[in-house]
């Protein structure tokens, strides 16, 4: 059974940067097609920022959500079966817990095709 353990967030001004973590363990990463980081904001639906599809586990592409391209990049390390999140220029509005996620739908910034998910980590962006 695949876990996913989130860590990297907590108090950032804004302009500033975070890089969140995701380990995997009980599989490996490069098994799924997909590999995600989500956000919910209190009172809002969980939505999707950042997608990483392989279907080897290799090489692959990159799925953004909108609000994020340019700042916010997922890059993967199959040797240390993790997964990152490189958040740049943060601003207020990013504010949320940051959850990632594994599934077998490549490209897909949906949760309700992602199986797998961790428990998240806190994000606050706040002068």
């Known amino acids: 059974q695949l876990q996913l353990v989130e860590s990297g967030g907590g108090l950032v001004q804004p302009g500033g940067s975070l890089r969140l973590s995701c380990v995997a363990s009980?599989?490996?990463?490069?098994?799924?097609?997909?590999i995600a980081w989500f956000r919910q904001a209190p009172g809002k639906e969980r939505e999707g920022v950042s997608c990483?599809?392989?279907?080897?586990?290799?090489?692959?592409?990159?799925t953004d959500a909108d609000s994020v391209k340019g700042r916010f990049t997922i890059s993967r390390d199959n040797a240390k079966n993790t997964v990152y999140l490189q958040m740049n220029s943060l601003i207020p509005e990013d504010t949320a817990v940051y959850y990632c996620?594994?599934?077998?739908?490549?490209?897909?910034?949906?949760?309700?095709?992602?199986?797998?998910w961790g428990r998240g980590t806190q994000v606050t962006v706040s002068s």
């Open positions: 009980g599989a490996t990463l490069d098994f799924y097609f997909a």
């Open positions: 990483f599809s392989s279907s080897d586990g290799s090489d692959g592409y990159t």
């Open positions: 996620a594994a599934g077998f739908t490549a490209g897909s910034l949906y949760p309700h095709d992602y199986d797998y």
